[in-house]
């Protein structure tokens, strides 16, 4: 297949552009590089032998979408977006204008284009703050109330997506739901490389283990979880990456709106979190407990069997996996 990927410059594009070339499809990138760099083109090139094609642009422009469409494709995998929780409560109409106006119109260029068949990045965010007696968290929970701007954005293009299949059923979208993505290419040549002070979890223990920060904040230590610190399901972004090839392969073409979570099923506690990554850097990684932050969850972890049953898609990878990966990016020079 030849396919759209927009924001495929991006810390999951990037590697999802990897298992499509792997899998023999061809992937086109479009980005407008506000959160990414050019230079991740040749990385990905020197992973999977070939430089993917790349118009810089920007979803929202319609007329630009409109020509990149022009040389045809038989589907659009879309993680064109704006990620940062904090930044959409200070910069709610950003967050709205760039995510929800980008989707809207992307989708009116692919509809003109005829290409129906689109996979979309969604995320756990929209199970806002799950009741503790509903996890793990599977696709027919109830979509909850998000606790900022940014999870309204993927709330609100999850509905936009399924109204758009109702008043065309030849619409194919798989709504892939993503828990906490880390971890790198096992190369080390693509990995996540937020600007400025990481805001996640392990970006930021990643440079309190190559020194670049003194000590990991640990938001919390009196939640209601075995020690005390919040749980998540970390998930490696090269099984993610494979999840929307899965995806692809599965459901191009077939009309519907397939919604997938893609997490490991499992949850680990910050604590866990640090102290695999003390094992696998093999470097003291200091830390300090202080207030809870506040929007965050005490624990969410995915019920991860549908993808499992329909796609045949498992997150393999474990933590140790995705620490020492994402330690042997950290290392490389950027
Ligand atoms: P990222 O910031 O690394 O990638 C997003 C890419 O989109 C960037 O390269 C950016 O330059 C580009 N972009 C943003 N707005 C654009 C626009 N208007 N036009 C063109 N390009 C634009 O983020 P990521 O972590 O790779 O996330 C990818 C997708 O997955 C996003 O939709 C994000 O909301 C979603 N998601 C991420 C996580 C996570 O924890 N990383 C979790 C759940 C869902
Ligand atoms: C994980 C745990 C923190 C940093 C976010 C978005 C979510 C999704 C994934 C896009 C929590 C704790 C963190 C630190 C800490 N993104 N923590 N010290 O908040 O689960 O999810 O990314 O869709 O929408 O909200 O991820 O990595 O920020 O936090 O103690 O310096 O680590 O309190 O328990 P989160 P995270």
Redesign the pocket.
């Known amino acids: 297949m030849r396919v759209l990927v ?2 495929g ?5 990037s590697h999802t552009v990897v298992s499509l070339s792997e899998a023999g499809h061809e992937a086109v990138i ?7 760099k050019r230079s991740v083109l040749g990385r990905i090139a020197r992973i999977a032998a070939e430089e993917p094609e790349f118009i810089e ?4 422009d319609l007329d630009a979408m409109e020509k990149v469409l022009q040389s045809g494709f038989d589907a659009c995998i879309h ?5 940062a929780v904090g930044e959409s409560v200070e910069k709610p109409l950003l967050y709205y204008d ?1 995510n929800v106006g ?1 989707t809207f119109a992307l989708l009116e260029a692919l509809t003109q284009a005829g290409v129906k068949t689109f996979v979309f ?5 929209v199970y806002g703050d799950p009741d503790p007696a509903s996890l793990p968290l599977i696709e027919s929970t109830p979509i909850g109330a998000a606790t900022n701007p940014y999870g309204w954005t ?1 709330i609100m293009m999850e509905q936009i997506l399924r109204d758009a299949h109702v008043s065309d059923a030849e619409w194919s979208i798989s709504i892939l739901r ?1 828990f ?2 880390v971890g790198a290419h096992p190369s080390g040549l693509i990995g ?1 490389d937020p600007s400025g002070v990481p805001n ?1 979890l392990m970006p930021y223990v990643a440079k309190v283990a190559a020194g670049e920060l003194a000590r990991v904040r640990v938001f919390g230590d009196d939640y209601p979880t075995p020690d005390g610190t919040g749980v998540r399901d970390f998930v490696h972004v090269v099984d993610i990456a494979e999840g929307h090839v899965r995806a692809l392969e599965r459901h191009a073409g077939e009309p519907g709106v397939f919604t997938y979570n893609l997490g490991t099923g499992q949850g680990h506690s910050v604590l866990e979190v640090i102290a695999a990554y003390e094992q696998q850097s093999e470097r003291p990684i200091p830390y300090e407990i202080v207030d809870r932050r506040a929007g965050d969850v005490a624990a969410n972890w995915a019920d991860v069997s549908k993808a499992a049953r329909e796609l045949g898609w498992e997150a393999g990878r474990r933590l140790e996996d995705m620490c020492a990966d994402s330690w042997r990016w950290q290392q490389n020079a950027r």
């Open positions: 927009t924001g410059a991006g810390f999951i594009g479009v980005d407008n590089l506000t959160n990414a642009a920007d979803v929202r993680f064109a977006a704006l990620k760039n980008g990045s969604s995320s756990a965010t993927k993503y906490n993505p996540e996640n």
